[in-house]
T-cell receptor, first 114, second 115 residues
Framework: AQSVSQHNHHVILSEAASLELGCNYSYGGTVNLFWYVQYPGQHLQLLLKYFSGDPLVKGIKGFEAEFIKSKFSFNLRKPSVQWSDTAEYFC????????????FGKGTSLLVTP | NAGVMQNPRHLVRRRGQEARLRCSPM?????VYWYRQLPEEGLKFMVYLQKENIIDESGMPKERFSAEFPKEGPSILRIQQVVRGDSAAYFCASSPLDLNTGELFFGEGSRLTVL
């Protein structure tokens, strides 16, 4: 079945640690890829997106993600996390064969400790 | 600039009652999407609407669920004869253009609890 997989459901890091959140998808065809973030008590907001071009995408707040087509992956990275990065992170895929449905992973809950 | 507004934020219904969830998109946005998040699950696409038109309802349950986006007023997601399994967070999102060219702007969600 077509899906978006986020392998880490809960991640706990100390401030200044490096972060990598995995995302794999199983959709064929052309894909647009997104990472959304939901800070505590707030709405979902876009962190970064990939449509085409350079597979290394830079987003807000020092986040970046790399699209590796051969691995069907779009992992999110940040070299040094801050306490304010504590949030829920969602990977999402818009596939050319899935109509208008943005398909989300189950999310990864990140807790950054001081 | 007001974001996507959803109301109510929390709704409690007994089995068999109707639930109506409202969504006002961001100003200037004419594309509205509804998503559902069940406990321990990711967001699942339900329906995509433009003004007065349902474009894609492939994610809507076949019965009891309906959505509209009238020419005037908010988009409405309506659930008739609710059951416990309908308990979830329902998120609305809007965009100014087709999703293939942009991003979604989400509301804070409406949390439905069915007793």
């Amino acid at each position: 079945a077509q899906s978006v997989s986020q392998h880490n459901h809960h991640v706990i890091l100390s401030e200044a640690a490096s972060l990598e959140l995995g995302c794999n998808y199983s959709y064929g065809g052309t894909v647009n890829l997104f990472w959304y973030v939901q800070y505590p008590g707030q709405h979902l907001q876009l962190l970064l997106k990939y449509f085409s071009g350079d597979p290394l995408v830079k987003g807000i707040k020092g986040f970046e993600a790399e699209f590796i087509k051969s691995k069907f992956s779009f992992n999110l990275r940040k070299p040094s996390v801050q306490w304010s990065d504590t949030a829920e992170y969602f990977c999402a895929v818009l596939a050319s064969n899935s109509g208008y449905a943005l398909n989300f992973g189950k999310g990864t809950s990140l807790l950054v400790t001081p | 600039n007001a974001g996507v507004m959803q109301n109510p934020r929390h709704l409690v219904r007994r089995r068999g009652q109707e639930a109506r969830l409202r969504c006002s998109p961001m100003k200037g946005h004419s594309h509205v999407y509804w998503y559902r998040q069940l406990p321990e699950e990711g967001l699942k696409f339900m329906v995509y609407l433009q003004k007065e038109n349902i474009i894609d309802e492939s994610g809507m349950p076949k019965e009891r669920f309906s959505a509209e986006f009238p020419k005037e007023g908010p988009s409405i997601l309506r659930i008739q004869q609710v059951v416990r399994g309908d308990s979830a967070a329902y998120f609305c999102a809007s965009s100014p253009l087709d999703l293939n060219t942009g991003e979604l702007f989400f509301g804070e969600g409406s949390r439905l609890t069915v007793l």
